[in-house]
């Protein structure tokens, strides 16, 4: 069976021989699929069990703009992407701008002087809930790139970047969460197989970035 789209993405993991329990397409479609994709997003740290790392490649990058409010606020869901996953930078609209800083909310608070400021640039930034913070509390353009969720896969014949590239990837974890509810004793060998590909296409995918050539350690400090 070519695994082409959702539809057949389902099938075959439904074809795959259970030695416990039974699984029907609907349980696949609503409660097992829905896991293994919050799994890719998210990772899984499930104690005791192989750590499954999220997925972070190039396909999940997006790149766009937007003005903070004022006040220096952002509304994720709206003004970024209702995908959004995490940002990977964000820079100020104007030559020669460099990329703002992250601090953790506690300290973002801490920044008396930046907040209370509203001349641009901005150069910290946070994020609590939906919302983004930034500081100065300028109302200039920012220019942002960001991970983001792939499209939903709505109907039989939808399909994304990993069931076009890696279908592995979901095919694994659909099979390890139906040993787990089927009670099916491989669930440990499967989720390792998920957490696998899963890994494999990030460290492909950041060898790729750098051209295929290799990291190498340089000491700062010569004694």
Not at 40 to 55: R, S
């Amino acid at each position: 069976m070519a695994l082409t789209n959702y539809g057949t993405l389902r099938a075959a993991a439904l074809d795959w021989s259970w030695t416990t329990g039974s699984l029907t397409d609907t349980t696949m479609a609503n409660d097992i699929f829905p896991i293994v994709q919050s799994q890719v997003y998210w990772g899984d740290k499930t104690a005791g069990m192989q750590e499954i790392e999220p997925l972070r490649i190039r396909s999940m990058v997006s790149t766009g703009t937007f003005t903070p409010a004022t006040g220096g606020t952002v509304t994720i869901s709206s003004d970024v992407s209702s995908s959004w996953l995490e940002f990977i930078e964000l820079v100020p609209v104007y030559n020669y701008a460099r990329s703002m800083s992250y601090v953790e909310p506690w300290s973002f608070r801490k920044q008396v002087d930046a907040l209370s400021s509203t001349v641009a640039p901005q150069w910290i930034y946070t994020v609590e809930g939906d919302t983004l913070y930034v500081a100065p509390a300028a109302v200039q353009t920012i220019r942002a790139a960001w991970y983001a969720k792939f499209a939903a896969l709505s109907s039989d014949a939808s399909t994304d970047y990993i069931i076009t590239n890696a279908p592995q990837v979901y095919l694994y974890g659909m099979i390890a969460q139906g040993c787990l509810y089927t009670q099916d004793d491989r669930y440990a060998q499967f989720r390792a197989l998920f957490a696998g590909a899963i890994k494999a296409l990030n460290d492909t995918d950041q060898q790729q970035r750098a051209s295929g050539s290799q990291s190498v350690a340089r000491p700062r400090v010569v004694i």
